[in-house]
């Protein structure tokens, strides 16, 4: 009766095996400055940080609004880590060349930055975790407007270069494999952060399918009842509030690489606004609804759009209306029609292999 | 020693006056609907700019002054109807993700408007003026601002204890299902609530940009967010805790500020300790302080939730 | 011999100035099924929160099996052997009948976090699937199994929700108005169903309910209290005929 692995699985694997292969194989044959390379390293980046989002938000009923602020900390100690020795006197000029004089392999620093970030995230759950929703989504935000000033601090600066900006340190180009004349022989900097997203994300749904996840959706479901059967609020809570944080760093140093320098006053509040957003138009409670808005998002607001930016002529006449910002006005209708009209968002709580499942023979079904 | 703190002193309690016009507006929304109307801040900052494009348009200031009141008082409205009120009944989440959603319309509707650059603001006869109290030169808006908010809020709270309206928006706030059934025009409540919220943003909008005299686009953010934590710190709901909270964050915040200059004076430190970037980040510590210890904040109620 | 499972000693819940319930001492023993009744606001339900850890009593104290848990929280009472259902339906909504009584099983795992995740607890993962697919169609439920818990039919929901609490595996199960919004037909399988699951179990049963046909059917003793306190205990021939339950009822309009 319990097959392995199911049709509706088994096309979900085949579908994600395609989409590597074919991001490989566009990746040999493409110009590597194309538009679509930007769309797909950032739209990776920014997949894992609403998957960790909703993981809180959809799927343990925590409105957190500190994502930015974990996703600074992981972008700050994977860059600090991983500046070259040789290159920290130019990085930290104003800090004699900063207090750290070694180097971490970048994969090691990224699981530290994730880890600092769960720590944090740990200790300010102790307080905050215990708040209802409105007051624990403003204390989060709040906290993590502490920790930009923190790392904005002239004190601080021998470790993090102050309000100055932290660069140097690897990239996604760096995931490309080069002959000894430094020419490129296999483009992979766009693959291996689709990669390393592909795989914490897939972390992250195996948690919520394991027993702990369970109790995690009953958390959001119904609290009282969730405590009725056995279930410790606040253990589950911090667990799920340290697991999110977790890759929300790794998902920082991701935008660290992507970015290539890292400066505190970017990770705004309006970041976490812009993220939030995403996993709403996903839908909150479906992984797949993350991943495929973060990447709709991203295209739509680095690519597809940016036309609305600019004057656009058509036989002559200039049409009204577009210019610089346009782009924004538009997207933010867009948002608010979502979340007015389509609050389900693009996939409801349904993940990808719920699509190919055919309505139930039974009657009923949960295919709604 | 008192020369020194004295103007971080004045400026504070101008400020916080400024904040107290602001936190009125959440408290009294969150008193009724439970919402945490993160548009609110924008609103301030939208207050900001039609006064800008008015005062632009040629129009005598005091006019200016009234139809963006007015303005804003629509705008407060406006947002209800359209981004609030169709989620009544839905889920917290869905009106709270709407509010932001509607601050991060708002924010680039005027980035668009603007084009991102720092507006300048009108410069408002008698209350941009320069005058000099004891150690401080400051703007007459420093010392109009907690009189005037006095004022307003003495008139509030009077309006809130002793008309029909204020009556049904105690009743509203005290239960919500209740008054529904008691015939009250819940819909009309939250209205008023949301036009008198906006309305005193309007004005706290006036004193603060006269004080720092341009608007952009995130101009709204910071402001509004302070005053949400003066609300919750005096206890949502309380208009007088918003107040005093306001009060307090706001004094509090510009201490910091030179916290350095009076440190050193007082020859606790001998240079620079940079504390002043933590101006903002003091009042989310104390946020998070007063959550953890009495999140009901300084005048809050109880309440029992029943199952 | 009396094998005392719950015991309440004077217990008082107040709210603010309000006494909901008053000095209020009670026991069951093991495998009875005990009633509690009263007018509505008697504090009932107050009752059960306060033994379930919803509420911290005022004063008094409580003792499952000779320990004392007054003041747990609600998840410690519920590991210690106290499960229940609510007034209001409380199920899990995004879950299907099949998860909503697989979560009921998560209090008993022995895998942490890590080891849940990556899956290093497959044994213990199919032993609660294989438990809760056995409980399930031991109640007659299997049929349902990957329907919405919440698209079920009202009656349905009601037993679904006792099915999940008897996952926990409890020795006291505290019923708070299972009856509630059921036909009289749904009503007596519904008490069919309370002994059933009381020997099959071996289960001790406290409930709360209105339909006095089937607290009368299914209780071997009955407590009544108004405004907090108790003001009857007896079978259900004895409580039928006191004066002081008559008058409680009557004057509180409602149906005996």
């Keep these: 009766m319990k097959k392995k692995l199911d049709l509706p699985h088994l096309i979900t694997v085949l579908i994600i095996i395609a989409v590597y292969a074919g991001v490989f194989v566009m990746e040999q044959t493409m110009a590597p400055t194309s538009m679509i390379f930007t769309v797909l390293k950032k739209g990776a980046t920014y997949a894992l940080v609403a998957v960790s989002m909703n993981l809180l938000n959809g799927f343990t009923g925590i409105f957190s609004l500190g994502q930015a602020g974990f996703m600074l900390i992981g972008a700050y100690v994977f860059s600090i880590f991983t500046i070259p020795v040789d290159q920290r006197p130019i990085v930290y000029q104003y800090y004699n060349g900063g207090l750290i004089q070694f180097t971490m392999p970048f994969f090691l620093a990224m699981i530290l930055g994730g880890l600092v970030a769960a720590l944090f995230a740990f200790l300010i759950g102790l307080p905050v975790l215990r708040l209802k929703s409105d007051y624990l989504a403003i204390a989060t935000l709040g906290f993590a407007e502490i920790i930009r000033t923190f790392f904005q601090w002239d004190k601080l600066g021998p470790i993090t270069n102050g309000s100055n900006m932290l660069r140097l340190f690897p990239t996604f180009n760096d995931f490309n494999i080069r002959n000894a004349n430094g020419e490129v022989v296999v483009y992979l900097s766009t693959l291996v952060p689709m990669i390393i997203s592909g795989i914490c994300i897939a972390i992250i749904l195996l948690l919520i399918n394991s027993t702990y996840g369970r109790a995690m959706r009953a958390i959001k479901d119904d609290e009282i009842a969730a405590e009725a059967m056995g279930i410790h609020l606040a253990s589950h809570k911090q667990m799920a509030f340290c697991v999110s944080s977790f890759f929300a760093g790794v998902g920082g140093a991701m935008l660290a690489m992507y970015q290539t320098t890292v400066q505190a006053k970017s990770f705004t509040t309006a970041m976490t606004y812009e993220i939030l957003l995403i996993v709403v138009i996903g839908g909150l409670g479906s992984v797949t609804g993350s991943v495929l808005a973060s990447f709709l998002f991203v295209a739509a607001s680095e690519w597809w759009l940016r036309f609305l930016d600019q004057k656009q002529y058509i036989g002559g006449h200039e049409l009204p209306l577009m210019r610089n910002g346009f782009r924004l006005v538009v997207f933010s209708f867009i948002i608010m029609i979502v979340v007015l009209f389509f609050r389900q968002g693009i996939m409801g709580t349904k993940e990808l292999p719920d699509l190919f499942r055919r309505k139930k023979t039974t009657e009923g079904g949960s295919a709604k | 020693m008192w020369n020194t703190v004295f103007p971080y002193l004045l400026s504070g309690i101008s400020v916080g006056g400024q904040y107290a016009l602001i936190a009125i507006g959440y408290t009294l929304v969150y008193g009724i609907l439970r919402l945490i109307n993160f548009a609110h801040g924008d609103v301030f900052m939208v207050a900001g700019i039609v006064m800008v494009y008015m005062a632009a348009s040629g129009l005598p200031l005091w006019l200016c002054i009234i139809l963006d009141l007015v303005a804003t008082s629509i705008i407060g409205f406006a947002i209800e109807r359209v981004a609030y009120k169709p989620l009544r009944t839905a889920p917290r989440m869905s009106i709270m993700i709407s509010a932001i959603g509607v601050s991060y319309t708002l924010q680039n509707l005027v980035l668009y408007i603007t084009g991102g650059l720092n507006q300048i603001y009108p410069k408002i006869p008698w209350i941009s003026d320069s005058i000099k109290i004891g150690s401080a030169t400051t703007k007459v808006v420093t010392v109009v601002t907690p009189i005037l908010t006095i004022l307003l809020v003495v008139a509030l709270v009077l309006l809130i204890n002793h008309t029909k309206v204020g009556m049904a928006m105690r009743a509203v706030s005290k239960d919500f299902e209740t008054s529904q059934l008691m015939g009250i025009n819940i819909n009309g409540v939250i209205s008023v609530t949301f036009v008198i919220g906006s309305f005193l943003a309007g004005v706290g909008s006036v004193l603060y940009f006269t004080n720092y005299t341009t608007v952009i686009q995130t101009s709204g953010a910071m402001p509004g967010l302070k005053a949400f934590v003066a609300a919750v710190f005096g206890g949502i709901g309380s208009v007088p805790g918003a107040v005093i909270g306001a009060f307090i964050i706001g004094i509090a915040e510009n201490i910091i500020k030179g916290l350095d200059i009076i440190l050193f004076k007082a020859g606790l430190t001998s240079g620079p300790m940079g504390l002043a970037i933590f101006s903002d980040a003091f009042t989310f510590a104390l946020l998070i302080i007063i959550l953890a210890v009495k999140p009901t904040g300084l005048f809050g109620e109880k309440s029992i939730d029943k199952v | ?256």
């Design chain 3, 1 to 256: 011999m009396k094998d005392t499972v719950l015991q309440i000693e004077n217990l008082t819940m107040q709210f603010g100035g309000v006494v909901a319930v008053d000095n209020f001492s009670m026991e069951i023993n093991k495998g009875e099924i005990v009633a509690l009744i009263g007018p509505n606001g008697a504090g009932k339900t107050t009752a059960f929160n306060a033994v379930t850890g919803v509420y911290q009593p005022t004063a008094g104290r409580i003792t499952l099996l000779d320990e004392n848990i007054t003041g747990l929280r609600p998840d410690e009472v519920t590991l210690r052997g106290i499960a229940r259902t609510f007034q209001n339906i409380r199920l899990f909504s995004s879950m299907t009948v099949f998860e909503n009584v697989l979560t009921a099983h998560h209090l008993r795992r022995t895998a942490g976090l890590f080891s849940a995740t990556f899956r290093l607890n497959k044994a213990e993962e199919k032993r609660m699937r294989e438990d809760t697919d056995a409980l399930l169609k031991k109640v007659d439920l299997y049929d349902l199994r990957d329907e919405m818990a919440v698209s079920l039919p009202y009656g349905k929901q009601r037993l679904l929700e006792i099915v999940r609490a008897l996952a926990t595996r409890p020795k006291l199960l505290l019923l708070d108005e299972p009856a509630a919004g059921m036909n009289p037909q749904e009503t007596d399988e519904l008490g069919e169903f309370i002994r059933r699951i009381r020997s099959e179990f071996d289960l001790t049963v406290f409930i709360i309910e209105h339909h006095m046909n089937l607290v009368m059917k299914i209780s071997d003793r009955i407590y009544v209290i108004e405004f907090g306190k108790q003001i009857a205990e007896g079978t259900p021939e004895e409580i039928q005929n006191n004066q002081a339950v008559i008058d409680a009822y009557l004057g509180g309009g409602d149906e005996l």
